[in-house]
T-cell receptor, first 113, second 114 residues
């Protein structure tokens, strides 16, 4: 079975500081993608960043970067220079060839001014 | 740039009533999906479609039906609503099924069954 685990239901960070959100997954597949989605209070799911499993280099999108440890099946999200607009629920998701994403239960991030 | 449009945004149903959640996308995506999000949980796949006229069940299809008569529209039908169907429903679409493709999500429908 494919599972995605986010062990931190809630996190908080001071504005301008850095925070890391954890995600682990379980799979027997070798070719897959990992994603982080952001869900602000508007409920809109927004793609933050994605990582190809076959790439060793960690993905980066502006202030967002990942630490992908394939052997450990770990995929953490680092947010640098946190901004008030980063406050949201963050979901880690996994997808291999096929139609379904598998989502974690989410981490609620609060940004403290 | 509409993307994926869901209507309504909120709805309250009485037990036993029926309703249809609408989903439309204007990106010419073949693949469309319905997920539900329960409090404190991730998204669970209800149904999906790989093109007009083709649908299939996901993880939690019981109590729901779908149809896909056009590429653009993928409505979700609830028959005989039950309190267990109280949830937030998301429609999503994707250009392909290769692992590269992410989803484009609608803004969700919050449904309460009382």
């Amino acid at each position: 079975a494919q599972t995605v685990t986010q062990s931190q239901p809630e996190m908080s960070v001071q504005e301008a500081e850095t925070v890391t959100l954890s995600c682990t997954y379980d799979t027997s597949e070798s070719d897959y993608y990992l994603f982080w989605y952001k869900q602000p209070p508007s409920r809109q799911m927004i793609l933050v960043i994605r990582q190809e499993a076959y790439k060793q280099q960690n993905a980066t999108e502006n202030r967002f970067s990942v630490n992908f440890q394939k052997a450990a099946k770990s995929f953490s999200l680092k947010i640098s220079d946190s901004q008030l607009g980063d406050a949201a629920m963050y979901f880690c998701a996994y997808r291999f060839t096929g139609n379904q994403f598998y989502f974690g239960t989410g981490t609620s991030l609060t940004v403290i001014p | 740039n509409a993307g994926v449009t869901q209507t309504p945004k909120f709805r309250i149903l009485k037990i036993g009533q029926s309703m249809t959640l609408q989903c439309a996308q204007d990106m010419n995506h073949n693949y469309m999906y319905w997920y539900r999000q329960d409090p404190g949980m991730g998204l669970k796949l209800i149904y999906y479609s790989v093109g007009a006229g083709i649908t299939d069940k996901g993880e939690v299809p019981n109590g729901y039906n779908v149809s896909r008569s056009t590429t653009e529209d993928f409505p979700l039908r609830l028959e005989l609503a039950a309190p267990s169907q109280t949830s937030v429903y998301f429609c999503a679409s994707s250009l392909g099924t290769g692992v590269y493709y992410g989803y484009t999500f609608g803004s969700g429908t919050r449904l309460t069954v009382v």
